[in-house]
């Protein structure tokens, strides 16, 4: 815990590069782990610190998000999940469920599960959001003056998800990297290419592209997930233009597990980038 909170206070002073615990930055807060996979009885813990200079309070709670085929996160309301999105809210224990940060001050979310007697194997998950509560008008504040027109006063609401994973049972997933190319359109140049994947539960890691012969890679993109409910999905990553000229041609793409879980190849392809 030391260690995480040593990473926490690097951040504060702006040394984000030298985090070695990944964290989610929204806002004032950070966050870390940026997943969770609880597979047992016992639980782990989440870490939250205010980096801004004024106390922050934060509602913390879950709810269900599915994977769309292009990568994205649709928020499902709880009266259309599923039954394993149902069981994953209820499996899935954490407490506080509100806490107020004073600044540089880590606190601690603890999460546990519990797994009812009979539950089919699988893997379960729901996404932990942690969203800002604005600091509440006082009564005693001065009038504003009287305007002619009509005045709207607007508070921006910060908030960060993670994952929270539960595997119950043998469980098990490849992935294969399929058709790359590379994209233009209003927003920039992007690197895209097809990954699929197979088995019962998600997979989830970092891709390398480097050109033949040359070990210093052109691009590396962290934390690259395809969750259970798709098959498929359409791989895109944002690119500076001169980067997007250099993926064109023969490269060779890998897929790694997680450093965190030992960094081994799920899969790993030579292509062809038009």
């Given at each position: 815990m030391l260690r995480l909170f040593k990473a926490f206070r690097l951040l504060a002073a702006g040394a984000l590069a030298l985090l070695s615990v990944p964290a989610h930055a929204a806002g004032d807060l950070l966050v870390a782990p940026t997943?969770?996979?609880?597979?047992?009885?016992?639980g782990t813990e989440v870490v939250l610190n205010n980096i801004g200079a004024e106390p922050a309070t934060y509602r913390v709670s879950l709810e269900v998000k599915r994977m769309t085929a292009a990568g994205g996160l649709d928020e499902i309301a709880e009266a259309d999940a599923n039954d394993a999105e149902r069981a994953a809210l209820n499996m899935i224990v954490f407490s506080p469920r509100r806490v107020t940060l004073p600044p540089n001050q880590p606190q601690v979310v603890r999460v546990g599960v519990r797994v009812p007697e009979g539950t089919p194997p699988g893997e379960?998950?729901?996404?932990?959001?942690?969203?800002?509560?604005?600091?509440?008008?006082?009564?005693?504040?001065?009038?504003r003056p009287a305007s002619t027109g009509v005045s709207i006063a607007l508070t921006p609401i910060y908030g960060i998800t993670i994952p929270v994973i539960v595997r119950v049972g043998d469980l098990d997933a490849e992935a294969a990297?399929?058709?790359?190319?590379?994209?233009?359109?209003?927003?920039?140049?992007?690197?895209?290419?097809?990954?699929?994947?197979?088995?019962?539960?998600?997979?989830?890691?970092?891709?390398?592209?480097?050109r033949p012969g040359v070990a210093e890679p052109l691009l590396v993109a962290r934390g690259i997930a395809v969750y259970p409910e798709i098959a498929e999905r359409q791989v895109s990553?944002?690119?500076?233009?001169?980067?997007?000229?250099?993926?064109?041609?023969?490269?060779?793409?890998?897929?790694?597990?997680?450093?965190?879980?030992?960094?081994?190849?799920?899969?790993?392809?030579?292509?062809v980038v038009r």
């Open positions: 997943r969770v996979i609880l597979d047992g009885s016992r379960y998950r729901a996404h932990m959001l942690f969203r800002a509560v604005p600091d509440a008008v006082a009564a005693t504040a001065e009038p990297i399929g058709e790359a190319w590379v994209s233009e359109s209003d927003e920039g140049a992007a690197f895209n290419f097809d990954l699929t994947r197979t088995g019962n539960r998600s997979v989830y890691g970092d891709i390398e592209v480097t990553l944002r690119v500076p233009q001169e980067v997007a000229a250099k993926l064109k041609g023969s490269v060779r793409i890998r897929y790694t597990e997680d450093r965190e879980l030992g960094g081994g190849t799920i899969d790993e392809a030579e292509r």
